[in-house]
């Protein structure tokens, strides 16, 4: 079997690329030892696809997926690919990118399961589409998707009511939705080339005397401890996952840290590294 492939999620280099640019952002990745990124949360305007195209040539970094949603939530600016489809597949032409990823569905569904079985539906024909250009659809997961139906979770009904669309597995987010990474993983088999690598840590509780006094305070504490981590440095079974998801067919596996919590991104992403060097992954890089 060949090996996988790790890269960066660039969610959390956001505000990087607004301090220093695209072309500098993507070079620091590279001599942190990283070669493959996932784009999200940067703008696609002309000089930033152009920037991410020099880059990718430049420091032979590969462009594995975009981000994009079907449709942008009212009130939010940005593509879609229901009003941008040409626009954003020339991009991943440009990027020679074959992943399109939805990062989150519209806030506005959830909780209601017809409608997000319309969604569903769209999701659905959209991939088909997509498909024709030579050009995958995945959805990525959160907590939100392990609500049950008639005992059933969401995502696994996204899954059983689609064949074309894929998934990015969020393994943070499944924890934190209460199931094992490593199962869904293995449930969702054949159908996720994409996984966020993203650890899972209890926080310090750190108490006040005021928060002694008054409960409310305590428990927002005490229920909000949880936080994202580097790699290795939280509580998920990071090898157990990978070997998973090696055996589930995924092709890639992205490094990702919602919140640094005050520390440079870069140094996370070097803790995070080091940590899958050492677990014996240092030719996946």
């Given at each position: 079997?060949?090996?996988?492939?790790?890269?960066?999620?660039?969610?959390?280099?956001?505000?990087?690329?607004?301090?220093?640019?695209?072309?500098?952002?993507?070079?620091?990745?590279?001599?942190?030892?990283?070669?493959?990124?996932?784009?999200?949360?940067?703008?696609?305007?002309?000089?930033?696809?152009?920037?991410?195209?020099?880059?990718?040539?430049?420091?032979?970094i590969q462009i594995v997926s975009v981000s994009a949603p079907l449709d942008t939530m009212p009130g939010m600016p940005g593509?879609?690919?229901?009003?941008?489809?040409?626009?954003?597949?020339?991009?991943?032409?440009?990027?020679?990118?074959?992943?399109?990823?939805?990062?989150?569905?519209?806030?506005?569904?959830?909780?209601?399961?017809?409608?997000?079985?319309e969604y569903i539906h769209q999701a659905e024909e959209m991939a088909i589409r997509l498909a024709e250009h030579g050009i995958?659809?995945?959805?990525?997961?959160?907590?939100?998707?392990?609500?049950?139906?008639?005992?059933?979770?969401?995502?696994?009904?996204?899954?059983?009511?689609?064949?074309?669309?894929?998934?990015?597995?969020?393994?943070?987010?499944?924890?934190?939705?209460?199931?094992?990474?490593?199962?869904?993983?293995?449930?969702?088999?054949?159908?996720?080339?994409?996984?966020?690598?993203?650890?899972?840590?209890?926080?310090h509780l750190d108490l006040s005397d005021d928060d002694f006094k008054d409960m409310s305070k305590f428990m927002n504490k005490?229920?909000?401890?949880?936080?994202?981590?580097?790699?290795?440095?939280?509580?998920?079974?990071?090898?157990?996952?990978?070997?998973?998801?090696?055996?589930?067919?995924?092709?890639?596996?992205?490094?990702?840290?919602?919140?640094?919590?005050?520390?440079?991104?870069?140094?996370?992403?070097?803790?995070?590294?080091?940590?899958?060097?050492?677990?014996?992954?240092?030719?996946?890089?």
């Open positions: 079997m060949t090996s996988g492939k790790i890269g960066v999620q660039m969610f959390n280099l956001k505000n990087k690329i607004v301090e220093i640019g695209v072309y500098e952002t993507l070079k620091k990745v590279k001599e942190l030892g990283y070669s493959a990124v996932e784009v999200t949360q940067i703008v696609m305007s002309e000089e930033n696809v152009a920037e991410l195209k020099r880059a990718s040539v430049d420091l032979d593509e879609s690919l229901t009003t941008d489809f040409d626009k954003i597949v020339t991009d991943c032409k440009t990027l020679n990118c074959n992943y399109i990823r939805i990062g989150m569905m519209p806030i506005t569904l959830m909780g209601n399961k017809d409608k997000v079985m995958e659809l995945y959805y990525h997961n959160h907590h939100i998707e392990f609500e049950r139906y008639d005992g059933e979770t969401l995502l696994d009904i996204m899954k059983n009511n689609t064949s074309k669309l894929g998934f990015e597995l969020d393994v943070h987010w499944i924890q934190r939705g209460g199931e094992n990474p490593v199962n869904v993983i293995k449930r969702f088999a054949g159908r996720v080339s994409l996984i966020h690598l993203k650890d899972y840590r209890i926080g005490f229920t909000n401890i949880i936080e994202f981590a580097e790699l290795g440095e939280g509580n998920l079974d990071i090898q157990a996952i990978i070997e998973a998801g090696h055996e589930s067919g995924v092709e890639y596996f992205l490094v990702e840290q919602d919140d640094t919590y005050g520390k440079d991104p870069f140094d996370c992403l070097k803790v995070s590294g080091d940590y899958l060097k050492q677990l014996g992954y240092a030719n996946w890089f």
